[in-house]
T-cell receptor, first 113, second 111 residues
Framework: KAGVTQTPRYLIKTRGQQVTLSCSPI?????VSWYQQTPGQGLQFLFEYFSETQRNKGNFPGRFSGRQFSNSRSEMNVSTLELGDSALYLCASRRETGDTEAFFGQGTRLTVV | GQQLNQSPQSMFIQEGEDVSMNCTSSSIFNTWLWYKQDPGEGPVLLIALYKAGELTSNGRLTAQFGITRKDSFLNISASIPSDVGIYFC???????????FGEGTQLTVNP
């Protein structure tokens, strides 16, 4: 059974650009959550999608957005990139939004220059 | 938002030693999870705890769900070099579905 797949693994972007990251959850899982991980801040919750609807949202500016498709794959988009957006972006899948056990992908390492 | 206090932030130990780390919360949690993250990888779930007082083992790892439901600890016995990584606790409050993560414990094991 395939795990959570995130693409791309690495990305370098310039300030002001936008970026789209992709996450394919474990087969049969319908909940996808996104996290930002930086050395000083740990894992910060961005948002969660379930059945194509955003169910939870963290405290990030509107430049961070996401969506989920009917096959449960999810994308997150960051517009007008800032240097501080450089981080490891992780997605985690759960079978249902109420499930506890979340399984992570390998992450996308975004560097903004 | 909710914060978990995880300690210690880092540990440097010799191979063969036992390790203990813990997380505390100001809120009551109904679930505690422990993850390990290797460099450049995503966190991997080690142990899940669902009941206050529950003690669960996974090989050399043992975790407990505190009686007050506001804390949890993870023990690693007889550490080996491949135990190196960052260990995260995560909890879920009774009122929501979102997981809150601790800031991690960086473990270094010297051979």
């Amino acid at each position: 059974k395939a795990g959570v797949t995130q693409t791309p693994r690495y990305l370098i972007k310039t300030r002001g650009q936008q970026v789209t990251l992709s996450c394919s959850p474990i087969s049969g899982h319908r909940s996808v959550s996104w996290y930002q991980q930086t050395p000083g801040q740990g894992l910060q919750f961005l948002f969660e999608y379930f059945s194509e609807t955003q169910r939870n949202k963290g405290n990030f500016p509107g430049r961070f957005s996401g969506r989920q498709f009917s096959n449960s794959r999810s994308e997150m988009n960051v517009s007008t990139l800032e240097l501080g957006d450089s981080a490891l972006y992780l997605c985690a899948s759960r079978r249902e939004t109420g499930d506890t056990e979340a399984f992570f992908g390998q992450g996308t390492r975004l560097t903004v220059v | 938002g909710q914060q978990l206090n995880q300690s210690p932030q880092s540990m440097f130990i010799q191979e063969g030693e036992d390790v203990s780390m813990n997380c505390t919360s100001s809120s009551i949690f109904n679930t505690w999870l422990w993850y390990k993250q290797d460099p450049g990888e995503g966190p991997v779930l080690l142990i899940a705890l669902y009941k206050a007082g529950e003690l669960t083992s996974n090989g050399r790892l043992t975790a407990q769900f505190g009686i007050t439901r506001k804390d949890s600890f993870l023990n690693i016995s007889a550490s080996i070099p491949s135990d190196v990584g960052i260990y995260f606790c995560a909890g879920r409050e009774t009122s929501g579905s979102r997981l809150t993560f601790g800031e991690g414990t960086q473990l270094t094991v010297n051979p």
